[in-house]
């Protein structure tokens, strides 16, 4: 089994930036994806952004490009994600994902990842 914890949420104001992170552990023995997604106040869970094992993969939900940046640490089996000019919109539970089908892959899709954290509260004040 793998566990994910993730950390960094919290209350900020519109135009702030958060730091979210996630570590893996328990029986990690291949290579794996990671990503990103998250569950706003009566919305269904979507996609933010992921992360292939070596990097060569990088996908962002267009709602955050050019204001979210992935980034992980395979020896230390983290994944981060530094949000900037955070939006009320961006307020939900966020939630990371790991993905050992797909290692070289960023995939988009909430399904095809194996594991998940318990989640993390980011809240966005107007």
């Known amino acids: 089994q793998v566990q994910l914890v993730e950390s960094g949420g919290g209350l900020v104001q519109a135009g702030g930036s958060l730091r979210l992170s996630c570590k893996a552990s328990?029986?990690?023995?291949?290579?794996?994806?990671m990503g990103w997604f998250r569950q706003g106040p009566g919305k269904d869970r979507e996609f933010v952004a992921a992360?292939?094992?070596?990097?060569?993969?990088?996908n962002y939900a267009d709602s955050v490009k050019g204001r979210f940046t992935i980034s992980r640490d395979n020896a230390q089996n983290t994944v981060s994600i530094q949000m900037n000019s955070l939006k009320p919109e961006d307020t939900a539970v966020y939630y990371c994902?790991?993905?050992?089908?797909?290692?070289?892959?960023?995939?988009?899709?909430?399904?095809?990842?194996?594991?998940w954290g318990q989640g993390t509260q980011v809240t966005v004040s107007s």
């Open positions: 328990g029986r990690i023995v291949t290579r794996y994806a």
């Open positions: 994902a790991a993905d050992f089908d797909r290692a070289s892959s960023a995939s988009i899709r909430s399904i095809e990842y194996d594991y």
């Open positions: 992360h292939s094992w070596s990097g060569g993969n990088t």
